[in-house]
């Protein structure tokens, strides 16, 4: 029978040991043959547990392969399936790239028809930068601006308004709260302006005894008393029913 090569080296020892003890058996005494022989067990025995110890490794390594093997075939769905899924991936990629590319080649679309001019009946005035907006639209937003506390675009808009719409209903107020804004923003000398505008352009305006109350305080502001003095006191004669007519009297009292 064919002998494996591990069971072969056993063998080759066990007959050189025997050979070695056999020898020893001729020439020496008994005590000493039994020695031998005890020693000879001895080593054997430990020989025996090498070769068990080295078979308990082989089978942990042969185990653990295994285990290797049959992870690796449960994991192989997964990778089969990332592997797939970027693969689509890299398809709708290719995909997009060639669309935008076509849309970069089309050439470009004709341009819009112009819109139909406005009939004189139309009551819409075109405003530079600001296409079709009405004297009406055109105040709201300033006005808007100054009752959100942005001054700096009520004067933007109101100055705006006034260059575009000269004539209108709605100027005088325009006047009024641009010179407001500017008030509020501490610049007397252009509140001043405002207001006076308002005066003499308008003399007949609603906004007159407002106009002239804040004349007059934007004058005191300035260090110019008798100018403020003289527009309190138009408010009082002039417009005695109107509400800053009370308010002039008492700005009036404080000033004496």
């Not at 056993?10 to 005590?31: D, E, F, N, Q, T």
């Not at 076509?102 to 112009?114: C, D, F, G, T, Y």
């Not at 004539?167 to 804004?181: D, F, I, K, R, V």
Request: with cysteine; charged share 25%; hydrophobic share 40%.
């Amino acid at each position: 029978m064919s002998l494996q090569p591990v069971q072969f080296a056993r063998y080759v020892i066990l007959v050189g040991v025997v050979g070695i003890a056999v020898s020893l058996a001729g020439c020496a005494k008994h005590a000493d043959f039994v020695e031998v022989r005890d020693q000879l067990s001895t080593v054997s025995r430990s020989q025996e547990q090498d070769h068990q110890r080295v078979d308990q490794a082989l089978r942990r390594i042969e185990s653990i392969e295994q285990k290797k093997d049959k992870d690796s075939e449960a994991n192989k769905p997964r990778f089969d399936d990332l592997s797939a899924r970027l693969q689509k991936l890299e398809t709708r990629l290719a995909k997009l790239e060639e669309s935008l590319g076509q849309a970069a080649a089309k050439p470009e679309s004709a341009p819009a028809k112009p819109a139909k001019p406005a009939s004189p009946s139309d009551t819409t005035t075109i405003v530079p930068g600001v296409p079709g907006i009405t004297p009406t639209s055109a105040f709201n937003l300033a006005y808007n601006d100054y009752l959100n506390g942005k001054y700096e675009l009520a004067v933007a808009g109101f100055q705006r308004f006034t260059k575009d719409f000269p004539g209108t209903s709605l100027t005088p107020n325009a006047h009024y709260w641009l010179g407001e804004s500017y008030y509020v923003l501490k610049d007397y000398p252009k509140a001043i302006q405002s207001f006076e505008y308002l005066i003499s352009e308008f003399p007949g305006n609603e906004k007159m005894p407002a106009a002239l109350y804040k004349l007059g305080l934007a004058a005191a502001e300035t260090g110019d008393p008798a100018k403020a003095k003289k527009s309190l006191k138009r408010v009082v004669d002039e417009f005695p029913a109107a509400d800053e007519a009370k308010l002039a009297k008492g700005r009036l009292a404080e000033m004496k």
